[in-house]
C-alpha cells in the first residue's frame, strides 16, 4: 500500500495525447510535480466533468511546475473514442487496463474492476505528498487540488482554508 511521505511506486503505462498513444512513466516526469488522478470509466456521467475541469485548469498546474496524468482501467482505444466526444484534452489519459498501477496505488474496487476517485500529488523527487481516495458518487474539486499542490509547493505549515497570498504559521 503508497503512504505518504513513501516513493510513489513507478509505472510504465500507454495512454493517449493528442489522438496518439505513447508510452508514459512516472519516472519520465522527474524534476516536475505530478499531479496523478484516477478515475472509474470513461462514458460515465460524472468522469467526464472531473477530466474536463483539469484539462481546463491545466495552466494553472503547468505555471507550478506540474504535469497532470489521468488514469483508469479503460483501454487506449476507449480513451482515443471518448476524447473525440469530450474534446481535445490538455493532459493525457493514462490506460491501466491490467488493473496494476491501480492495485499499486491501492485505489482498485476489485469487485467492480474500477478505480475509485483519487489523486496523489507527488514531488520532483517521486515522494507522494498528499493523496485523497473517494467513492464513485460524488466528483473531486479540482481547486482544492490546486491549491493543495501550492501549499505543499511553499514548503511552510498552512492552516485550516488557507489560499494563495494568505499568511502562512513558517517553516515545517
Known amino acids: 500500500m503508497v503512504k505518504v511521505r513513501e516513493q510513489a511506486p513507478d509505472f510504465k503505462l500507454k495512454g493517449v495525447m493528442n489522438d496518439q498513444i505513447k508510452d508514459y512513466s512516472l519516472s519520465q516526469f522527474k524534476g516536475k510535480w505530478v499531479v496523478m488522478y484516477f478515475y472509474p470509466l470513461d462514458f460515465t456521467f460524472i468522469c467526464p466533468t472531473e477530466v474536463t475541469e483539469f484539462s481546463r485548469r491545466y495552466d494553472e498546474f503547468k505555471k507550478l511546475n506540474a504535469e497532470v496524468l489521468g488514469v483508469s482501467v479503460d483501454s487506449v482505444h ?62 473531486r474539486s479540482v481547486s482544492e487540488v490546486v491549491r493543495v499542490l501550492t501549499a505543499l509547493q511553499t514548503g511552510e505549515l498552512c492552516p485550516v482554508e488557507w489560499t494563495p497570498g494568505k499568511k502562512t504559521l513558517g517553516k515545517a
Do not use: C, M
Open 78 to 139: 476507449s480513451h482515443k473514442a471518448w476524447i473525440k466526444q469530450i474534446g481535445e484534452l490538455k493532459h493525457p489519459l493514462l490506460s491501466d487496463f491490467n488493473k496494476e498501477v491501480s492495485r499499486q496505488y491501492n485505489v482498485l474496487l476489485e469487485p467492480e474492476g474500477i478505480s475509485f476517485r483519487a489523486v496523489f500529488i507527488i514531488t520532483p523527487e517521486g515522494i507522494i505528498k498528499y493523496h485523497l481516495v473517494h467513492d464513485l458518487d460524488v466528483g
